[in-house]
């Protein structure tokens, strides 16, 4: 990280900058996404664009590949809503894992390094993520990582789940102390 990009070691997985070679395959996974995983399909210059940035965290903003054995198997956002533009230590997080790699612990694997990174070198003090309600293996993984459902939102037309952490000590015990990055 000599660098100054953010890189966070998980059980089994590494979050990293996505490499440019990747954000092609980034944007072609995005197109072929499944309508429960996403709010609406960005701008393809504006999300390319954005995924340049990656690794570097920018107005509580930040893009990281999900890499297990050095392939980028999915990506991990933290983003500000604009509902959440006044609340300086609310963090908002979004995960995508391609679907070859689902269902194997990856997905925990990285929401839970992302989470203690968040909360021990962002400054975050609560963080939350949004789900849609046929999400059933999104809502476990936050289930069994100690978030709560803490209500329902409304955001482009639809409803969302809306789960929440508050604080690194709701983390399993394992869990609570972050192993790398800048903020």
């Given amino acids: 990280m000599s660098d100054g990009l953010v890189t966070i070691s998980g059980e089994r997985v590494t979050l990293r900058p996505l490499r440019p070679d990747e954000i092609d395959?980034?944007?072609h996974e995005m197109t072929r996404a499944d309508p429960i995983e996403i709010v609406v399909l960005p701008e393809e210059a504006a999300f390319k664009a954005r995924l340049a940035r990656s690794g570097r965290m920018e107005h509580r903003a930040i893009d990281l590949a999900i890499d297990v054995d050095g392939t980028a198997v999915g990506r991990i956002q933290t983003f500000l809503p604009?509902?959440?533009?006044d609340h300086p230590?609310?963090?908002?997080m979004g995960i995508g894992l391609k679907a070859a790699y689902r269902g194997?612990?990856?997905a925990a694997d990285a929401l839970q390094a992302f989470t203690r990174w968040l909360f021990d070198v962002a400054g975050a003090r609560r963080i939350e993520g949004r789900t849609d309600p046929d999400n059933?293996?999104?809502q476990k993984v936050?289930?069994?990582?100690?978030?709560?459902?803490?209500?329902?939102?409304?955001?482009s037309g639809r409803t969302w789940l809306l789960y929440a952490i508050g604080s690194p000590l709701e983390l399993p015990p394992d869990s609570?102390?972050?192993s790398s990055g800048p903020a």
């Fill in 104 to 106: 194997r612990g990856y």
């Fill in 176 to 178: 609570r102390t972050a």
């Fill in 142 to 155: 936050f289930d069994r990582l100690g978030w709560r459902l803490d209500g329902k939102l409304d955001d």
């Fill in 136 to 138: 059933t293996p999104m």
């Fill in 89 to 92: 230590d609310v963090y908002n």
């Fill in 25 to 27: 395959e980034q944007w």
């Fill in 82 to 85: 604009p509902d959440r533009v």
